[in-house]
T-cell receptor, first 113, second 114 residues
Framework: TQLLEQSPQFLSIQEGENLTVYCNSSSVFSSLQWYRQEPGEGPVLLVTVVTGGEVKKLKRLTFQFGDARKDSSLHITAAQPGDTGLYLCAGAYSGAGSYQLTFGKGTKLSVIP | DAMVIQNPRYQVTQFGKPVTLSCSQTLNHNVMYWYQQKSSQAPKLLFHYYDKDFNNEADTPDNFQSRRPNTSFCFLDIRSPGLGDAAMYLC?????????????FGPGTRLTVT
């Protein structure tokens, strides 16, 4: 059974601060996705990382995949109120002929103006 | 725009009264998933279809059933909803194996059980 530990679970910061969210596992994933979910909506895919050591940037968001493909981090620079939401990491593994995702428990981020 | 559509967005049903939630997709993806999500928790996979092949998670209650009449549509049937079934139900799609496991979610249906 693949498990994905995500931390912190809750984060409340002031506008302009930086933050990092972590996902860790003892399992190797074929890829890892990060999603953001706003209240009352479905998760929206932000990025997919595939290669160990890979770094991707999306404006003020930086995503990193660990060298061993067991962990990942999301760093947000100069957080803004629009970044508020539930951030979910999800590791992909192949099973039953399709990809299934193991989700972390999520990080609920509140950015205070 | 290609997308995953869920109807209705909000559904209220009575305790024990069957309810059906629907999902459609214009992405032409082979795989469709149904998740249950309770407040600020991670989505919990109920089942998925790879084409017409149905795959049930071991801990999905028998109360939950699903149908996929064609590539585009998938339905979630809750035969006798209980108060504990109140949640957000998310439909998602992905390409067949060979993709990178990316799933595309619909906006969800918020189910209330009275």
């Amino acid at each position: 059974t693949q498990l994905l530990e995500q931390s912190p679970q809750f984060l409340s910061i002031q506008e302009g601060e930086n933050l990092t969210v972590y996902c860790n596992s003892s399992s190797v994933f074929s890829s890892l996705q990060w999603y953001r979910q706003e209240p009352g909506e479905g998760p929206v895919l932000l990025v997919t990382v595939v290669t160990g050591g890979e770094v991707k940037k999306l404006k003020r968001l930086t995503f990193q995949f660990g060298d061993a493909r067991k962990d990942s981090s999301l760093h947000i620079t100069a957080a803004q109120p629009g970044d508020t939401g539930l951030y979910l990491c999800a590791g992909a593994y192949s099973g039953a002929g399709s990809y299934q995702l193991t989700f972390g428990k999520g990080t609920k981020l509140s950015v205070i103006p | 725009d290609a997308m995953v559509i869920q109807n209705p967005r909000y559904q209220v049903t009575q305790f024990g009264k069957p309810v059906t939630l629907s999902c459609s997709q214009t992405l032409n993806h082979n795989v469709m998933y149904w998740y249950q999500q309770k407040s600020s928790q991670a989505p919990k996979l109920l089942f998925h279809y790879y084409d017409k092949d149905f795959n049930n998670e071991a801990d999905t209650p028998d109360n939950f059933q699903s149908r996929r009449p064609n590539t585009s549509f998938c339905f979630l049937d809750i035969r006798s909803p209980g108060l504990g079934d109140a949640a957000m139900y998310l439909c998602a799609t992905s390409r067949e194996a060979g993709g990178r496991g990316e799933q595309y979610f619909g906006p969800g249906t918020r189910l209330t059980v009275t």
